[in-house]
């Protein structure tokens, strides 16, 4: 199914948050590794591109929850912890939201059909656990074929790379998309530390690959799988996540 927002419904979507049922639920997932390959450095998920979309998704009314594949506190990319990124800071003087991060749910445990939605954060970690993941893959497929978004941003969408349908095809297969191009990852000089590019990944397995320049916003909507380019992309994400939502709430009533 492709949801067509209409000019009246965009209209309807800008005048309150109240759109959103308080049974909308989006999922965050987040890796739970922590070492960038085999460097001594450490990483994880980028902090920003969980709490962006959060914050946008919670101020229009809908209930988030942060998992991660192993469950409990899920590593951070130290390089990511910005404190004057006013968001950031508003995520970390809220014991409720941080709590999430220290103790986050293991998505094992959690059941798709409980969500609308789900975003898969980014971060170098994502490179590592995210695309092997059979519980990940199973969750999404399940998620999308029952008319839910799927979400990724930055690293993010290694999430992506072998969630099948029932049908047998990728999910991504034929899609536009995005996420952290070959160009970024050699400006921050891990083009030789990840175990892939995740740009040529996308784009072998059928993904319609498209990037803007360097850091630059860039978010791509097909049917229901939104894309970020980076983590300038974050906060359009959970934009664009919300109006699929409204949009699909309005076309149900």
Not at 180 to 207: I, W
Request: glycine content about 8%.
């Amino acid at each position: 199914m492709k949801i067509v927002i209409t000019a009246a419904a965009t209209a309807l979507l800008g005048l309150s948050s109240v759109a959103a049922q308080a049974a909308d639920k989006v999922l965050i997932v987040v890796t739970s590794h922590s070492q960038m390959g085999n460097t001594a450095e450490q990483t994880g998920y980028w902090l920003s591109e969980v709490t962006h979309p959060y914050k946008v998704l919670t101020d229009a009314g809908f209930s988030v929850d942060i998992a991660s594949l192993a469950g409990g506190k899920a590593p951070a990319d130290p390089r990511s912890l910005d404190s004057k990124d006013s968001v950031n800071q508003w995520f970390a003087e809220n014991a409720v939201h941080q709590q999430k991060l220290e103790q986050s749910l293991k998505l094992s445990a959690l059941k798709p059909e409980e969500y609308d939605a789900v975003i898969f954060a980014g971060g170098h970690g994502t490179m590592w656990d995210f695309p092997s993941d059979q519980v990940l893959q199973q969750f999404a497929a399940a998620l999308y074929e029952r008319q839910g978004v799927v979400a990724a941003v930055c690293h993010g969408p290694a999430a992506l790379l072998n969630i099948r349908l029932s049908s047998g095809d990728l999910l991504i297969k034929g899609k536009k998309l995005t996420g952290f191009s070959n160009e970024e990852e050699q400006a921050v000089k891990l083009d030789q530390v990840v175990p892939f590019s995740l740009q040529d990944e996308l784009t072998s397995r059928g993904g319609l690959y498209s990037a803007a320049g360097l850091w630059q916003s860039n978010v791509v909507v097909d049917q229901r799988l939104v894309t970020g380019q980076n983590p300038q992309s974050a906060e359009e994400v959970g934009h664009a996540v919300s109006r699929l939502l409204r949009a699909a709430a309005l076309s149900s009533n």
